[in-house]
């Protein structure tokens, strides 16, 4: 496989406005990976499965990662009162949510590639496009990325909860979820009677 | 039966190719049956939704997740050694193998090496391995198709004998627990190798009697033969891996790609199907298994002596450097990868499976499209699904 200064110079080159950055990966594993734009994240998919020379035509493993929201600490020199000092300052980077693809070429042997996606935030702005279209195995996994971490795949056929049932409403696997206490607590009429009950209780005991 | 709310057919139903034509103008009322979660034919808690034309499927969705437990959070919430008795419980019949798929990734990610025998040991227990997985699943079958008890109790015989070694060497049939990050928990017992040698000298008995037991079997091929049939395309697109793609005759086998461990060094052939029918399916399995047994054939032959497991390999404290990787195995179910990200803690930041039966079920529908109820079991018993892995 050429090397992926090369290969992100290819896209460039191949899909007009795509905007890729390289990652770099510190472990001795050295698998580093392209950062490609949400926006042309299926155009750029379409060109690594079809390019001769690349023809990443098997989607092997896509996952989601849920990066929180960090505080840089930097410290930078500001005049009071005339003196000079130094004061610590707090930069918040925002968190976001990541699709990790990893791709292989049955046809010619090399591999992986390891393509990112990243949300604009964690909260409201979670679409990605799905590469379902050009991969087929991206069908359910992107399901369950979208099950678990919340990342809504835009175009995918059947965007379905996969592992968590349907009526289930928070997504397990990012960082700041909290579990439910009683997983199977269900309203009951008791509970209204229970409430209206309450009035009658003198002030001090009101539980 | 609900045939009211099928009067408005879903967005995103459709019929596809197989079923329309003959079939198309004289469809009549259609059936929705929901086909297990207890059903014994699922090979678990796994259910499908089918919509059915007298018997014809014309549409199915599985449903899955019962079984679900977050492995995956588990993973993130335990150091890196902790995870390692949980890998068992994915593919509970194969433990070795994921086991293996662990430590590989946890190496790659942590630049550690691995003494000769323990790559070794590694192979022959992978092997072994999918011994028992092809074994068990040819009678898990053919017990699908109505061939009860016999063929299913021979594969149990023979896979009693190769879990009596795993038993020996790590003290447990099916939940092995036995490999270690650089390498292997313990070295083998007095006599194991030629224990191993015997089971392995006298398996191509068994195979060459269930292959007459059951390949030329006129019931088996009627029912087997033209049966979910995987295009070779649509395999290579939907990222079916293992027996089932090479079966659609995909040439592409791991332990041949990606050479890793020490596979470079034994010969072995990589069967492949014509058809990518459910016949197809078995007898790759079987001829695989063949070529199993000449690996270990090699392997046992030449097992050097020395430590099994990489003295700069930590257990405790344990903390690999920031950075990521993805390491995979061609587990006896297909492409077996652990992707792995470190932040220089005890503990993994992300831990993720790549469990091979989750990803071949994607083109289960494809498969079952235009044939009838009694050939869904048969296609998805051809699938090879264990749902420890599909649900996690």
Known sequence: MKDLESIKQQIEAGVAGAQVSLVPNDSPANQPSLLVDAAHGLAVATFLRDEAELRFDYCSNVTGVDWMETEQKT???QVFDGEEKEVEQV?????????VYHLYSMELRHGPLVIRLRTKNRTDEVELPSLTPVWRSCEFQEREIYDLYGIVFAGHPDLRRILMWDEFKDHPMRKDYVEPDDYEYEPTPHDEVLAKSKAHYPAEVKP | ???????????????????????EDD?????EVSMGPHHPSTHGVFRMDVVLDGERVVKLKPV?????????KIGEGASYLASMPYTDRLDYFCSMTNNWAYALSVEKLAGLQVPERAEYIRVITAELTRLVNHTCLMGFLVQDMGALGTPLMYAFR??????????????????????????????????????AQKVVDEYPRFLDEYERLLMGNEILMARSQNVGVLPK??????GITGPMLRASGVNYDIRKVDKYGIYDRFTFRVPLGDHGDVYDRLMVRLLEMRESLGILQQALKSIPDGPVVDPRAKLRGFKPKAGEAYGRIEAPKGELGFYLISDGSPNPYRYRVRPPSFVNLTVLEDMCLGHTVADVVIILGSVDIVLGEVDR
Request: aromatic share 10%; proline share 5%; glycine share 8%.
């Open chain 1, 75 to 77: 410290k930078v020199k």
């Open chain 1, 91 to 99: 930069v918040k980077m925002p968190g976001y949510l990541e699709a």
């Open chain 2, 1 to 23: 039966m609900s045939t009211e709310a099928l009067a408005e057919p879903p967005k995103n139903y459709e019929v596809r190719p197989k079923s329309s034509g003959q079939f």
């Open chain 2, 27 to 31: 469809m009549g009322e259609l059936l």
């Open chain 2, 64 to 72: 899955f997740g019962y079984l679900h437990r977050n492995h995956e």
């Open chain 2, 158 to 195: 023979e896979r009693e004998k190769i879990l009596d070694l795993f038993e020996s060497l790590s003290g447990a049939r099916m939940m092995c627990n036995y490999m270690r990050f650089g390498g292997c928990r313990c070295d083998l017992p007095t006599g194991w190798l030629e224990q």
């Open chain 2, 233 to 238: 395309e649509l395999a290579v697109s939907a």
